[in-house]
């Protein structure tokens, strides 16, 4: 069942259920592309400059391992302190985005292109909602949600947090 707040946020931001967990809505695409030729090689087409989104996690609800061929830069606006887990260079790092600054915290943290993420809300109870800008803009083509079995077998000494982050 929805918290108050929470579903407040989620009927007047007009969210959407997401399919790497929580909810999200387009609030910017610019108008202007980035032609296929121009871009690396790893992209199918032209992208937009750039994209962004609100993005809410509600309790255990959690934002699954996924990777996007685009950088991904997310800004804390409200709620509980989240979790990002991202694995790098064999190695899990842990950035914790939230308004406590004075004890780790950070307001906003980037995501290197076609890099393993996952987000909690921290604590798992309350909410956190935060917005994530995509550049060059999110293309469901560049999106790749994690399958337990693969990043298992490419990460084994990750196992507890990849079977923790991961649906299927």
Known sequence: MLNT?????????????HPEGGFYREVYRSSESLLHESLPERYTGSRNFVTSIYFLL???????????KSEELWFFHSGNPVNIFLIQNDELQTIKLGLDIANGQY???????????????????????????V?????FADFELASKEKLNKEFPHLSNIINKFTRA
């Open 135 to 139: 550049a060059p803009g999110f293309d």
């Open 5 to 17: 707040d929470f579903k407040i946020i989620v009927d007047n931001l007009k969210l959407l259920p």
């Open 107 to 133: 307001l906003q943290a980037a995501i290197p292109s076609q890099t393993w993420f996952a987000a909690e809300v921290v604590g798992q109870t309350g909410f956190s909602l935060v917005s994530c800008v």
């Open 58 to 68: 509600e309790g255990e609800n959690f934002s699954a391992f996924h990777k996007i």
